[in-house]
């Protein structure tokens, strides 16, 4: 047998990590782009991004709204998610929200009444209280190197991609 290639396959937690960076993308504030997936037995179950209200214009339009040194336009990643599983009516407790940065206090006092029991991040957000009240609420915090920023999709290189000689 050939020997095999070394494996891109990322572990459980940096594809779900990935998969928080590319929602991501999707934020519309520039002071910070944050992605959260919510994960229940390998399962998505909800995403988001901090992004502005329904109907309002977006921080990369119009500029920040800065109240106390922190732009409040947006709903923060982690609500837009519980809010996307409430709309849907998906239950979320018991569940692992991957998140690119670690909270903000408020979004950590949701992520915690909603049942949420593990947080995973690559990437801290200072001056919160989330950490003290994630660890007073029992919700388990795993701070993981960031995954390497590549999808790795190499189209010509999988073998039935490849144009095969006809014998005939
Ligand atoms: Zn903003
Ligand atoms: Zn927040």
Known sequence: MAKKKKSNRPSWDEYFLKLAMLASERATCPRMHVGCVLVKDKFVL??????????????DEVGCLIVDNHCVRTNHAEINALIQA????????????YITNMSCTTCAKALIAAGI????VFSDYHDT??????SKSGVTIDKLPM???TI????????????TKRSN
């Open 86 to 97: 409430t709309t849907h009516g998906v239950n979320v407790r018991g569940a692992t929200a």
């Open 129 to 134: 209280l989330a950490t003290e009240f994630y």
């Open 117 to 120: 029991k593990r947080v995973v």
């Open 147 to 149: 995954p390497k920023k």
């Open 46 to 59: 909800a995403t988001g991004y901090n992004d502005s209200l329904p109907g309002q214009p977006h921080c």
């Open 152 to 163: 790795n999709y190499d189209l010509k290189n999988y073998t039935s991609a490849r144009k």
